[in-house]
């Protein structure tokens, strides 16, 4: 069972900060779906933008009153950056055991943006076992 902690605005920008810190490097799956059907939960026809990539970065933008993210994955191939603009929140995605899955991103067009680990893990178990490092 996920449980979702929700992260106040003022603290987006640390978190992300600290998140791309702790687990850069981490493959990550990324969907879109429609807030509204997010109960139902992913199925065969989610919008899965992003597969297996490696978790470089995730920045914020100010744009005025408006917040933009970019989720910056990578392999030795591919490079895919995958915006969500207008964010309205940012949740913490942890499984039963208190291990991080993921952020869930929802934004102003009622788009969620969920990004997952492939293989969730309590960072200190895999310390020095990512497989590259972004400059």
Do not use: Y
Not at 23 to 44: A, K, Q, Y
């Amino acid at each position: 069972m996920e449980e979702f902690e929700t992260i106040p605005r003022q603290q987006w920008r640390p978190l992300c900060d600290e998140f791309s810190r702790g687990h850069r490097g981490w493959l990550v799956c990324i969907w879109v779906v429609d807030t509204g059907n997010l109960e139902s939960g992913l199925d065969e026809d989610a919008d899965n933008t992003i597969r297996d990539l490696e978790l470089g970065e995730i920045t914020l933008e100010s744009h005025g009153d408006r917040m933009d993210m970019v989720i910056i994955a990578r392999d030795r191939k591919v490079h895919a950056d995958h915006f969500v603009r207008g964010i309205e929140s940012i949740h913490l995605e942890h499984d039963a055991d208190g291990i991080e899955i993921g952020l869930r991103v929802d934004d102003e067009d009622q788009q969620t943006t969920l990004m997952r680990f492939r293989a969730p893990a309590s960072p200190e178990s895999l310390d020095g076992m990512a497989a590259g490092e972004f400059p």
